[in-house]
């Protein structure tokens, strides 16, 4: 039996932006010509969010948050480190960066060999918080042969998994390249073998919203537009098939989910401007206890009343650690209802 490390973090797109524009969604959403009056007036917010946003729209908050999320991600790299992984399969959203009008798979194995990427050069803006210039190079190591691996256990097993080994459109999605520069902040260098395992949580909305918001005039038509996600069931049991293929494999594996949870972009019960954070607790609090029932029976519609679209990631790296009889050795929720989302870090030592 190989062994398995489970990590859950998240791919933090604001850590890669200036402070000023931690709450640039929400101004985005505020700005939206169908946003209700009584929604403009923060007198009409939840108390924390006026809290978060202070008297500068959340600059000063954001500072301080990053400090917090640095020592977080340091912590999980720490845990990589001590485990020493032969390689890490990271569940992650596609963010209409490889899913998109040409081919949407539920699932799809990333069978990449090593690639070379420059994250700062496809973004609106090369400024970046490590001051590294707009061409800097990544070499990201992967694992073609474990790849190819996982998906033929996967398909053998009854999951009929997509794979690829290469890039359709993007050169690396955003939840697997942010999560890499994030774990190798102090730039040591980031030379684990990673099998990007892609899940469509956008769904209903990741052709129409092009992986991000939509309009709030279109809020009341999301059903119709493109199909959904796979549901939160489906995906514990791809995660219980990949923890099952791996125990059996010869190479120590972190599983590691990446996503933050509820998103206020994705939450249109809250007009877009804050996370659904009681319904994130909820789900946390079973996430604590090992309570995995709460979470076979969670519904899609209820990941898309609360924006958790992301969360799916984390239903896979559950059904993992459900079959592998794991409970949480420690976790956090750190709440946050200015800045897009909460966000949970939990280790699953083996
Ligand atoms: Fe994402």
Redesign the pocket.
Known sequence: MAEILGLGCT?R?LMLRRDEDWTFMMRTALADPDMPEAYKDPANWPAPLRAELGDDWGTAAAGQAREVYRRHFAEARQALDDFKPDVIIMFG?D?YENFKEDIVPPFAVLAYEDRDIQPWKHRRTSDNPWGEPADKSFRLRGHQEAGKYLATGLIESGIDVAYAYKPLHHPFG??FENTILLLDDKRAGFDYPLIPFSVNCYGRRVNAARGLRLPLAMRNDIRNLDPPSPNPARCMQVGAATARVMAKSPWRTAIVAS?SWSHSFLTEKNYQLWPDVPADRRLYQALEKGDYSTWHDYTTDQIEDSGQH?VLNWFCLLGAMEELGRKPDRSTFIETWAFVSPVVFAYYLP
């Open positions: 791919h797109p959203d963010q955003h939840a996503s992301e």
